[in-house]
């Protein structure tokens, strides 16, 4: 029973044999003749595992993840180095103006006083009147020579004159700047001692001159003086411009 069973594989193994013999992958069937008793072997051990392959190539880059949260707060640095000095800034604004200051010793020089008599009658019209007795003229700002004050501070002058009249008729002015502002005149009385006067304030720029003169076309040069009669013309700063 085992022989036919053997047998009739074997025929049939043949059969199929000879109409797939150029298929690849087929066994070749053994030579005809060699082994009339072949018979299939036991398979064989499955074979020893194969050498790792080599690694894949790199992928694509992936897309870029969410942005993530703020760090903490780190520790606090060291203090670094002093910089260097910067450049100079731009020049600023002016400051407002301070106070005026309490009046110094300087204020000497806003002093400007006079004080001056006539020595004699005598007096020539058309000029000024030339007083050549002293009574105050610390500043020199008189001047004897002339007859004239000159100006050296700006501000308001207080001027006066008075005057003994005797013998003639008296018409004096009161000259700023070659133009008479104040007049006065006096008529003499026969036998008589007349007294004429006159006073004014005016404002002086420095150089500004004041005298006193005779005006008028008569000779009305009245004005005496001797040793108990005096004619004065008098004048002095009552207060300077302050701008
Ligand atoms: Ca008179």
């Known amino acids: 029973?085992?022989?036919?069973?053997?047998?009739?594989?074997?025929?049939?193994?043949?059969?199929?044999?000879?109409?797939?013999?150029?298929?690849?992958?087929?066994?070749?069937?053994?030579?005809?003749?060699?082994?009339?008793?072949?018979?299939?072997?036991?398979?064989?051990?499955?074979?020893?595992?194969?050498?790792?392959?080599?690694?894949?190539?790199?992928?694509?880059?992936?897309?870029?993840?969410?942005?993530?949260?703020?760090?903490?707060?780190?520790?606090?640095?060291?203090?670094?180095?002093?910089?260097?000095?910067?450049?100079?800034?731009?020049?600023?604004?002016?400051?407002?103006?301070?106070?005026?200051?309490?009046?110094?010793?300087?204020?000497?020089?806003?002093?400007?006083?006079?004080?001056?008599?006539?020595?004699t009658g005598v007096t020539v019209p058309s000029v000024p009147i030339r007083f050549t007795k002293i009574f105050y003229n610390q500043q020199n700002h008189y001047d004897a020579s002339t007859g004239k004050f000159y100006c050296n501070i700006p501000g308001l002058y207080y001027f006066s004159y008075h005057i003994t009249v005797y013998m003639k008729d008296v018409k004096v002015g009161l000259f700023k700047k070659d133009k008479a502002v104040l007049f006065t005149?006096?008529?003499?009385?026969?036998?008589?001692?007349?007294q004429a006067s006159g006073s004014v304030l005016l404002h002086l720029e420095v150089g500004d001159q004041v005298w006193l003169q005779v005006y008028g076309d008569g000779d009305h040069n009245g004005l005496y003086a001797d040793n108990v009669n005096d004619c004065t013309f008098t004048g002095f700063l009552l207060y300077h411009d302050t701008n």
């Open 1 to 119: 029973m085992l022989l036919q069973t053997a047998l009739l594989l074997l025929v049939l193994h043949r059969h199929v044999g000879a109409t797939t013999a150029e298929e690849p992958g087929v066994p070749l069937p053994p030579p005809k003749g060699t082994c009339e008793g072949w018979m299939a072997g036991i398979p064989g051990h499955p074979g020893h595992n194969g050498t790792p392959g080599r690694d894949g190539r790199d992928g694509t880059p992936g897309e870029k993840g969410e942005k993530g949260d703020a760090g903490l707060l780190g520790p606090k640095g060291e203090t670094g180095d002093v910089g260097g000095t910067g450049a100079e800034g731009p020049r600023g604004f002016p400051g407002i103006p301070g106070r005026k200051g309490e009046p110094g010793e300087g204020a000497y020089v806003y002093r400007s006083a006079f004080s001056v008599g006539l020595e």
């Open 185 to 194: 005149y006096d008529q003499y009385q026969e036998k008589n001692v007349d």
